[in-house]
């Protein structure tokens, strides 16, 4: 299909704010920050989250005191660390920095409420989000100018998917509820139609892309899933789900395997070099309930599924048939609220996971908090949670950047951006 100029690029008028300081908050504002749970303080009330299906374990995970990383990287080149215990002598390090971290910066640039988000993959600090009415805003928070905007169509054109170009980071692609899976670049150019339904009653719904086999996958809302090759070229064309496919994920290590979500409540993983049929997956993981997401890890060894009600789980390459663990946690789905799903850290094995109390999960509080969930990817444990009384919403979305030391939130019409407080110090 012929290239074609997006309706609008525009800058944004300002939408950056400067989060208050503490000290221009009342008492009463900063009461509820009080109750930040942070790895030594998680308590009672979450014990609940931790009462998963992993070697037995219960109860909050306690964090002993941080070890210097520099004396157990000597000891791993004098041959007595493991590898294993510096990478875990690491990541404690980091969740100990969590308790520092605060927003940094936020953004409300939609008139509809954000559906995507996507890091820049080398600079850590710009990002990619997309909303309900088709706008994409390009955002660079570490410089003063105004972010770049591409107006969308409005009702009708949420942007469901959504990856910077591998080989050319001035380009994306995006999923949407136009009908379309395509590329284009910042300044609202199309640069390809991959796939297109031609009909309102289809729409595409999820979307992957690998660098390294250039293969473009995307999924739609009645079960069918497409691959293409960067080219454009269509591979096949295949119903696998009997329902939405909400997300596809290619496994970064080995960009063959392939898995599938969707709302008829299982995940499928596929082996792309043997697919013939709907019949032909590697594995069927069923769910109790619809499921938003699977994403792999980033050494790829691991799954990790979202479903639509109160369930994460993680799924290993030693079985991949049977979940390594299942973890409690509330994020029910609601129609007007961007679908929740878990992400992966880059660099660490934890999970990071928005919370919408439900009084019908069996440890909900009173009053409790709309707080972003950090869990231990091999215990399942609680380590941490994230939680601003200014900015007090459902954060559906939230993934860190490839360095792994900032937070970007998609929180209703708002992104908000977490880090250390050092860093907003030096800002």
């Known amino acids: ?41 998680s308590g009672p009330s979450r014990r609940g989250d931790s009462d998963c299906l992993w070697a037995g374990l219960a109860g909050p995970q306690i964090l002993p005191p941080c070890r210097s990383i520099v004396r157990t990287l000597h000891q791993h080149k004098l041959g007595r660390a493991s590898w294993p215990s510096v990478q875990q002598g690491l990541q404690q390090s980091f969740l100990h ?14 008139d509809r409420r954000a559906t995507s988000l996507a890091w820049h993959p080398t600079h850590p600090s710009t990002v990619a989000v997309g909303s309900k009415g088709g706008d994409i805003m ?24 959504l990856k910077f170009n591998p080989l050319n980071t001035n380009q ?24 297109s339904s031609d009909t309102i009653n289809i729409w595409f719904c999820s979307l992957d892309v690998s660098a390294s086999s250039r293969m473009v996958v995307t999924g739609d809302n009645v079960g069918n899933v497409i691959l293409l090759n960067m080219d454009g070229k269509e591979l096949w ?13 290619l496994n970064p290590c080995c960009d ?49 599924t979202t479903d639509q009600k ?42 990071v996971v928005g919370r919408y109390p439900d009084p019908n999960f069996k440890s909900c509080t009173p009053y409790e908090l709309r707080t972003i969930d950090v869990f231990d990817g091999n215990s399942g444990k609680m380590m941490c949670q994230l939680y601003d009384p200014e900015s007090s919403g ?34």
């Open 138 to 161: 390009l955002w660079n928070f570490g410089i003063k100018d105004k972010p770049t905007f591409i107006k969308g169509i409005g009702a009708g054109g949420s942007i469901t998917g």
């Open 256 to 304: 063959w395997f392939l898995a599938t979500a969707s709302v008829d409540q299982t995940v499928k993983i596929w082996d792309l070099r043997q697919v013939r049929g709907k019949a032909s997956f590697l594995y069927s993981l069923p769910h109790r309930h619809p499921v938003n997401a699977a994403c792999f890890s980033p050494d790829g060894a691991r799954l990790l």
């Open 97 to 110: 920095t969590l308790d520092s971290y605060r927003i940094l910066q936020k953004a409300a640039p939609f």
């Open 1 to 41: 299909m012929a290239p074609k100029k997006r309706p609008e690029t525009q800058k944004t008028s300002e939408i950056v704010l400067r989060p208050r300081n503490k000290r221009s908050r009342s008492p009463r504002e900063l009461e509820p920050e009080a109750k930040k749970l942070c790895a030594k303080g």
């Open 310 to 351: 109160s369930e994460i789980r993680v799924y290993s390459a030693s079985q991949w048939d049977c979940p390594l663990g299942l973890i409690p946690h509330p994020h029910r789905h609601f129609q007007h609220l961007t679908p929740i799903k878990a992400a992966w850290h880059p660099r660490y094995n934890l999970i």
């Open 172 to 195: 994306f692609y995006a999923s949407s509820m136009e009908g379309t899976t395509r590329l284009q670049d910042f300044k609202g150019n199309i640069l390809r139609v991959f796939a």
């Open 394 to 427: 459902i954060s559906s979305l939230n993934e860190f950047n490839p360095m792994g030391d900032t937070l970007a939130s998609a929180m209703g019409y708002h992104i908000l951006i977490w880090s250390q407080e050092e860093a907003r110090t030096r800002k």
């Open 237 to 249: 064309n295949l119903r696998m789900h009997k329902k939405k496919v909400t997300h596809v994920a």
